[in-house]
């Protein structure tokens, strides 16, 4: 019997399959054709597109100045003056009416701050009713005469809250004159506001 030189016949076999499995990969990727990239047109074409609007115009309404003569600008000057005086009269009214009503003010105290109070808001209101507006300003002349009868009402309560002090038995009636006072000095700022707001100050 003759003696097999390659006592291992099949360890050849593995070594070939592997390399017919590399060539065949070679050959098989070669044969792939290269698919060609599409262009992605939808961006440029959104950026070459061009708008054809007309940009919007923004439209303002012209704004009317109104032009306060020097002499209308004085008298509303004043009108402010006489409101801040009013309104101080107002704050020590009511403040001298309370110390009396508390008892932390004297009957004399109390006399003697309402007749002041008398006196200041007399003063005030002959003030106001010589500080007319300009000449021909007819419907601030007009605004003026409310403004003149809210401090002549405060002039009256204000003697009619030392009447109801020293004549009354009761503090019925000076707290009604009290009240009446502050009436007029709410009725006064009113006035005042109404006669800027026609002068085309307010």
Do not use: C
Request: aromatic fraction near 6%; glycine fraction near 4%.
């Amino acid at each position: 019997m003759a003696r097999n030189p390659d006592p291992k016949p099949g360890r050849w076999i593995l070594p070939l399959i592997i390399v017919g499995m590399v060539g065949f990969t070679y050959l098989f990727t070669n044969s792939i054709e290269t698919v060609p990239e599409v262009p992605d047109n939808e961006a440029s074409s959104s950026s070459s597109t061009t708008s054809t609007s007309e940009p919007e115009t923004e439209s303002t309404t012209p704004t009317t100045v109104v032009q306060i003569s020097p002499e209308v600008q004085a008298y509303v000057a004043g009108l402010d003056n006489f409101e801040l005086s009013m309104v101080d009269l107002g704050t020590r009214m009511t403040a001298a009416n309370t110390a009396w009503d508390d008892r932390t003010a004297t009957y004399s105290d109390t006399k003697t701050a309402f007749q002041t109070l008398i006196t200041e808001t007399t003063t005030l209101a002959d003030e106001i009713a010589a500080a007319a507006p300009p000449a021909g300003e007819a419907a601030l002349a007009l605004e003026h005469e409310g403004v003149v009868t809210a401090a002549t009402a405060a002039k009256t309560a204000a003697e009619n809250v030392l009447d109801g002090l020293v004549n009354s038995e009761g503090s019925a009636e000076r707290i009604a004159a009290v009240a009446a006072f502050n009436t007029a000095v709410a009725d006064f700022s009113t006035a005042v506001a109404s006669a800027k707001s026609v002068a085309g100050a307010s």
